[in-house]
Structure formats: C-alpha cells, structure tokens
C-alpha cells in the first residue's frame, strides 16, 4: 500500500523560510523522480520542484533560486527547502511522483503572512 505523508508546513513571515518533509512507501523509492506540487486557494494544482533518482532536480521560474529539492533515498524522503517565503507562496504543499501516479496525501499547508 502506497503511502504518502508530508509534514513541515506553518505559518511563516515573509521572507522567512521551511523545510517540508515527505516520508514515501509501499514503492521501489529510489528509482522514481519525486515531485512537490501546490495548491492555493481557488487554484489548480501545479508542480513546483522535481527531482530524479540521481537527484538531477528542476524547478518551476518562480521558485527558482528560493527552493531545493532533496531526498533521501535510505529514508525514503523527500525534501523541500524554502527560503525568501513570499505570500503567493501560501499553499498546501504535497509530493508525488512527477506523473502524480499515486493517491495524494493531506499534504501539509504553508502560510505566508506578515
């Protein structure tokens, strides 16, 4: 049974930073490109970060220079590090496989606010 939880989200000022943490199983981890994807209020959801097995990693423009994807392959994990939190930023933040292959988690909400 494949399990996806995210954790690390809160409420952060602008300009502040979190690190997220996604714990995977029930699939061969290390082999499969892992995404974080968001979701704010009203929109559709849109992937923000990817990153391979090999940890080759991509990001979308405007978390470029802000955010790291990392993981852990040992652990099973995967990592997003945000830093220069903006409000557009605020989202609930979820990890999948780059293809969203499996079911989502509750993913983990991120707040930015002064």
């Known amino acids: 049974q494949v399990q996806l939880v995210e954790s690390g989200g809160g409420l952060v000022q602008p300009g502040g930073s979190l690190r997220l943490s996604c714990a995977a199983s029930?699939?061969?981890?290390?082999?499969?490109?892992m995404s974080w994807y968001r979701q704010a209020p009203g929109k559709r959801r849109e992937l923000v970060a990817t990153?391979?097995?090999?940890?080759?990693?991509n990001y979308i423009d405007s978390v470029k220079g802000r955010f790291t994807i990392s993981r852990d392959n040992a652990k099973k994990s995967v990592y997003l590090h945000m830093n220069s939190l903006q409000p557009e930023d605020t989202a609930v933040y979820y990890c999948n496989t780059v293809t969203g292959r499996y079911d989502w988690g509750q993913g983990t909400q991120v707040t930015v606010s002064a």
């Open positions: 029930g699939f061969t981890f290390s082999t499969v490109v």
């Open positions: 990153i391979s097995g090999g940890s080759y990693t």
